[in-house]
């Protein structure tokens, strides 16, 4: 079996979705620090042929809380407001307002909820079936960091394989992985470019951007755009 485990992001990038729909279980890791500056709570979209931070407002967050620890501030309205000024004459736009609108009108004001919450409506609307699982909710060894809490999780889960993305080449050890009995492999999200407005191709933006102007249909096929290293 395989399984992914990852912080819940806002809106991420078309690779967090390819890591979700390529294995069999995807663990949304809410029991770890916060991460300031990081994408737990902002993602980037087009504005004016550039990229603009997209930022959920939040409320005493510190990297000495966890994720499932912090509460989201006051600004949904606003950024709800933002994308649809930006993204009015995109080809997908009112179905796809509508999809971001049901998840920033969302009133839970959970951190983790809220981003768990707003990452099931976007695979539901994608049509990947993996299922969702909450790390908080595993029973594990919390004492355990690094990739020891990740190979402890994936033993409960009873996974033979754990896939990561690219960037965790350097936090994680193949040799230790096999030692415990489990393939690690990372995922790498291949040249993905498409027509924004008529401006040079702006890349690795938000979900957001990739939906307004591509069909459902288009986007699953991007999802198997990537290479397993």
Do not use: H
């Not at 079936?129 to 990740?150: A, F």
């Amino acid at each position: 079996m395989k399984i992914a485990i990852m912080q819940p992001y806002f809106f991420p990038y078309i690779g967090y979705f390819q890591l979700i729909n390529a294995v069999d279980k995807f663990v949304l890791y809410d029991d770890v620090n916060f991460i300031k500056q990081g994408w737990i709570n902002r993602n980037r979209i087009l504005l004016n042929n550039s990229d603009f931070y997209f930022t959920l407002q939040l409320l005493g967050a510190s990297s000495f809380k966890n994720i499932n620890e912090i509460n989201i501030g006051n600004n949904k309205l606003k950024l709800l407001k933002t994308a649809g000024q930006v993204y009015k004459r995109a080809p997908y736009f009112d179905k796809i307002f509508s999809l971001v609108e049901d998840i920033l009108t969302n009133p839970k004001q959970n951190l983790a909820i809220f981003l768990e919450f707003s990452i099931k409506k976007i695979i539901d609307y994608l049509d990947i079936d993996t299922e969702i699982l909450i790390s908080s909710e595993i029973e594990k060894r919390n004492g355990l960091k690094g990739q020891d809490k990740i190979i402890e999780i994936c033993k409960k889960l009873n996974a033979d394989e754990y896939i990561n993305a690219i960037g965790g080449t350097e936090l994680y050890s193949k040799e230790l992985f096999l030692q415990n009995n489990i393939k690690l492999s990372f995922l790498k999200t291949n040249e993905i470019a498409y027509q924004q407005f008529n401006n040079e191709f702006v890349p690795f933006l938000s979900i957001i951007d990739v939906l307004m102007f591509n069909s459902k249909e288009e986007v699953q096929k991007m999802l198997n755009k990537f290479t397993l290293i």
